[in-house]
DNA sequence: AGTTGTGTTGAAGA
DNA sequence: ATCTTCAACACAAC
C-alpha cells in the first residue's frame, strides 16, 4: 500500500489563485533544508530551463545535491530557491497539485498506477533526503517548471505585474494599473496578470462584490473612493481566503483534519439565480474575457 | 455518445 | 503596436 498523502491539494473544481498558492507554500515550509536527490517526469513539455524546453536529464543534472533554502509565493507562482543560485518556479495553472510525503518509486509511476486515481496524473517528481519526494500531479498537463538562476528570476514571466500583498500596493498604486488599460472593464484588469499577479476568476467576482462595484465598469470610469474600496477589498477578500486555506480544496482533509473552506463563504461565485447575500435581488451571470463572471444588479454599481 | 464548460498563460492572429 | 482569440489537455456534466 502506498504511503498516506500528507497533504492533497484537491482536484480541479476550484482552480488554484493566489490564498491557494500560499496556502500551499505554507504548508510546503517543512522542506526547507532538505536537499534533491533526484528527479523524474515523464512530460518533458512541462520543463523549461531558463526560456527553453528542457528535459528531465538537465533537471536532473542541475538539481541534485541542491539543498532548497526558500520557498515562496509571488502572484500564482511557487519559487523554490536552492543554493548555487538555482531557482524553480512551480505554476500549478489549472490542475496542478504538488503531493507531499507520498512514495512511489519512479518505475511505478512509468506504469503510471492506471487504476490509482491519486497517482495517476503525477508527471513530475522532485526526489528528497528526508522527505521522500515532492510530486507534481496535472490532470489537464497545464502546468509549468522553470528552472533558473536565482539572479535571473525576474526574467521567467511576463506576468509580474504588483502583488497585492507587496508593501507598495495601495490606491495610488492600483490607479496606476488602471490607467494602463483604460478601456477595458474593471474585471479583465484584475485577472490581467501582467498588471496584478495573483486574482483569478474566483476572487475576480468576489472582489468586485465586496467594493460594490460592477465587473463590467470600464477602468477609466471608477472614481478615486471606488478605487480605493476596491483595493481595500482586494487586500481584504485573498487574506480572508488565505486564512480559510483557499477555495480549491472540496473533500480532502490533510492529516492534521483541516480543509479549505472559503468555497463555504463565497458570497457570488457560481450563485447565479440565488438572492444576493446583502439586498436579496438575484445574482446574475455574465461573461467577461470569455469567463464566467457573477454580481448583484443592484448593490454592484 | 457527442458536445460543452471548466479557467491560466502565452503564442498566434487581426 | 495593441487588441482579441485560441491552443495546450483531461474529465465531469449535460
Redesign the pocket.
Known sequence: MTTVFAFRFKF?TF?P?LPEVQTIVNDLQILTGDSITGFWSDWE?ALRFENKKSTKKEFEKILKGKKIKEIKRY??SILINFSSNVSAVV?L??TGQLLLKLQVESYKLQAKFQQDKYT??IHHVFYLKKNKMLAFSD????GVITITKTNDLHLT???RGIDPFDQHFNGKKLEEVLLK?K??KIKEIL?D?SLISGI???YASEILFDAKINPSRIASSLHKNEILALTKSIVKILEKAIKFRGTSFSDYRDSSGKKGRFQNILKVYKKAGQKCKRCDTIVKKVIIG???TFYCPKCQK
Do not use: P, W
Open positions: 480541479f482552480v489563485e513539455k502572484g500564482k505554476h495553472r489549472m495517476k496524473h490532470i489537464r498537463k497545464f514571466s511576463k506576468t488599460r478601456k477595458s485577472m496578470q483569478g476568476n474566483i470569455q469567463r464566467s
